[in-house]
């Protein structure tokens, strides 16, 4: 066994995994990253166990045993999905089952193969340790939002609370909103902090996009998922209000909300990029004065959320324009300015580029990089040591 003042270097770190890979919100892919420098990472597919008709398949059985040999090779990330022990896996109740058999099996391969296991998760999926050494790391990056709100996920969460080892909240809002249910946290490990790709966005790519040859003046930016979070009175509202400013946006727009951001991307002064791939983003901000959060702030999921977002904008060196976000709130208004009023939001737009300076880029690199990933793996890993 590994001493504890080398505890993550010398494990094997589970991630079981509740979302696909390359989310758009990529935290487990940034996770495993820096991880993986220093230890064994396994991407644990919770959700899709192989079923006994799929191991049939050559391919599916090659995979599987593949598997198998990288964990014993403790390549840096291995892909791993167990397979179904018992049939009739259309049962949920079987389905179950097959999911905490397969976290056991996968326990009990890297016991057999005497190495030690931190268990990273970003979700309550695994609620129970199969050894009493198994060390749990609760990354609470969200507030489930009220269609999620049900007695079963309280309970879930409760239960991860109170056998995790170390517990990491997205922000300070969202730790004092869990400890009013949750009085034992007052007795565990908790750190809060964001996370970013802040060398990412401190890159300075200068080969501009062809969509950007003809534009002289710089732009503010939207980038993210168009979606239930977006206050789409408010982004109709700045765009209508700064007619000789140009927009940019990126990201997916959700189907539901399609008609909502339909009209707004047809205005003259807005650019609308959909989808990007995130090492491409850099390049776009280079052309940006500006970077603006327009939540909705009287939903759950915002007011208690981290928007990473700020973080990348604020890397860039670029400000922050954003509605009352709890979490944004206490940074210096000249760098970050939050309000739920939609005037004093436009005002601010037009206050703080023409106010921009490179004193103020230098503090908004140091607002992202306290709020860096590895920062933020830094943070935890001291938890980690002192247990």
């Known amino acids: 066994m590994a001493s504890n003042d080398d505890l993550l270097e010398n494990s094997t770190v589970i991630i079981p995994l ?21 230890s064994s990472i396994i991407y644990f597919d919770y959700h899709r166990p192989y079923s006994w008709k799929n191991l049939l398949r050559l391919n599916n059985l090659k995979s599987l045993l593949s598997s198998f040999i990288d964990i014993s090779k403790s390549k840096k990330i291995v892909y791993f999905r167990a397979p179904s022990i018992l049939p009739f896996s259309k049962s949920k109740i079987i389905t179950n089952l097959n999911k905490k058999i397969g976290f056991f099996i996968l326990s009990i391969i890297l016991w057999f193969l005497k190495k030690r ?35 079963k996920y309280f309970s879930d969460e409760a239960k991860l609370f109170k056998i995790s080892n170390v517990i990491s909240f997205n922000s300070k809002g969202l730790f004092e909103n869990k400890l009013k249910n949750n ?67 990126i990201g997916p727009i959700r189907k539901s909300v399609e008609k909502l951001f339909g009209e707004i991307i047809k205005e003259k002064n807005v650019i609308y990029l959909g989808k990007k791939r995130k090492n491409e983003l850099p390049i776009y901000l280079n052309k940006c004065s500006l970077g603006i959060i327009p939540y909705e702030g009287k939903n759950k999921f915002v007011r208690y959320s981290n928007p990473m977002k700020a973080y990348e904008y604020l890397g860039s060196g670029i400000p922050v324009v954003s509605t009352n976000v709890l979490a944004l709130k206490n940074f210096p208004k ?54």
């Open 117 to 151: 296991t931190i268990i990273w998760q970003f979700s309550t999926l695994i609620k129970n340790k199969v050894f009493k050494d198994q060390f749990f790391i609760y990354d609470c990056v969200d507030y489930k939002n009220s269609e999620d709100e049900d007695k």
């Open 334 to 387: 000249d760098i970050v300015y939050t309000t739920d009023n939609n005037e004093e939001f436009n005002k601010a737009i037009t206050r703080l580029i023409n106010n921009w300076d490179d004193k103020k880029i230098s503090i908004a690199r140091d607002i992202a990089e306290k709020n860096s990933w590895e920062n933020k793996i830094k943070l935890i890993k001291n938890f980690i040591n002192k247990k």
């Open 18 to 38: 509740h979302l696909s890979l390359e989310y758009p919100c990529d935290y487990i892919d940034q996770t495993a990253k820096i991880l993986s420098k220093n």
């Open 183 to 249: 009085p034992i946290l007052v007795k565990k490990s908790v750190v809060s902090v964001c996370g970013c790709n802040n060398k990412l966005f401190l890159s300075k790519n200068r080969n501009i996009p062809r969509e950007y040859t003809s534009i002289s003046k710089k732009m503010i930016l939207f980038m993210g998922v168009f979606d239930f979070r977006i206050d789409v009175r408010l982004l109709s509202y700045i765009v209508s209000n700064n007619k000789n400013k140009k927009f940019i946006f």
